[in-house]
């Protein structure tokens, strides 16, 4: 598991999630 890529994922996730985009 890659924690770069679960760190990168979360913050792609939270920034959908906060923008709305």
């Given at each position: ?8 994922y979360s ?8 923008f709305?985009?």
């Amino acid at each position: 598991l890659r924690l770069l890529s679960v760190c990168w994922y979360s913050l792609q996730w939270t920034r959908i999630h906060r923008f709305g985009i």
